[in-house]
């Protein structure tokens, strides 16, 4: 595969997709960060408590959101490094499902991985599964890394 797209969000799951594309990837690795305007609690870090980050939507929300996406992408490109493996790195806004597959579609990219965090039962029901979702509506592969 020449190009493949990776949804990252930090987690350690995102992170092994991003490793699994590296190794599968031909010339070019896209690792996407969608920022979701709708998760008072996106731009926290996982072990953080969300009460004591910036007001949801604020400018500092953000902005802080802003510095979680370069601090991945960051990680990323020291995994990268060396790999002969050229990465680009994107940052959009939105729903995080739609904006994948938009954005794969757009750019024509020859697959999407991205990791699956494994919600089962009433959880996966009432926040829906990205990778689901993803899986379901992209027009080319797509590889859910567990």
Same mark, same amino acid.
């Given at each position: 595969?020449?190009?493949?797209?990776?949804?990252?969000?930090?987690?350690?799951?995102?992170? @092994?997709? =991003? $490793?699994?594309? /590296?190794?599968?990837?031909?010339?070019?690795?896209?690792?996407?960060?969608?920022?979701?305007?709708?998760?008072?609690? &996106?731009?926290?870090?996982?072990?953080?408590?969300?009460?004591?980050?910036?007001?949801?939507?604020?400018?500092?929300? &953000?902005?802080?959101?802003?510095?979680?996406?370069?601090?991945?992408?960051?990680?990323?490109?020291?995994?990268?490094?060396?790999?002969?493996? $050229? /990465?680009?790195?994107?940052?959009? @806004?939105?729903?995080?499902?739609?904006?994948? #597959?938009? =954005?794969?579609?757009?750019?024509?990219?020859?697959?999407? &991985?991205?990791?699956?965090?494994?919600?089962?039962?009433?959880?996966?029901? /009432?926040?829906?599964?990205?990778?689901?979702?993803?899986?379901? @509506?992209?027009?080319?592969? #797509?590889? #859910?890394? @567990?």
């Amino acid at each position: 595969m020449d190009t493949i797209l990776v949804a990252v969000d930090g987690s350690p799951l995102s992170k @092994r997709a =991003f $490793e699994q594309a /590296l190794a599968h990837a031909d010339s070019t690795v896209v690792a996407l960060h969608v920022i979701d305007p709708t998760d008072p609690g &996106y731009s926290a870090p996982f072990d953080v408590d969300i009460s004591t980050e910036p007001l949801h939507g604020s400018e500092e929300w &953000y902005e802080r959101a802003d510095e979680l996406a370069a601090d991945i992408f960051d990680e990323l490109a020291a995994l990268a490094d060396g790999s002969g493996v $050229e /990465l680009r790195t994107e940052t959009h @806004r939105g729903d995080p499902a739609r904006t994948i #597959v938009d =954005f794969a579609r757009r750019e024509g990219v020859d697959a999407v &991985y991205l990791g699956g965090h494994g919600r089962t039962g009433e959880t996966d029901l /009432l926040f829906g599964s990205v990778a689901e979702l993803v899986a379901g @509506r992209a027009p080319m592969s #797509v590889m #859910v890394v @567990r």
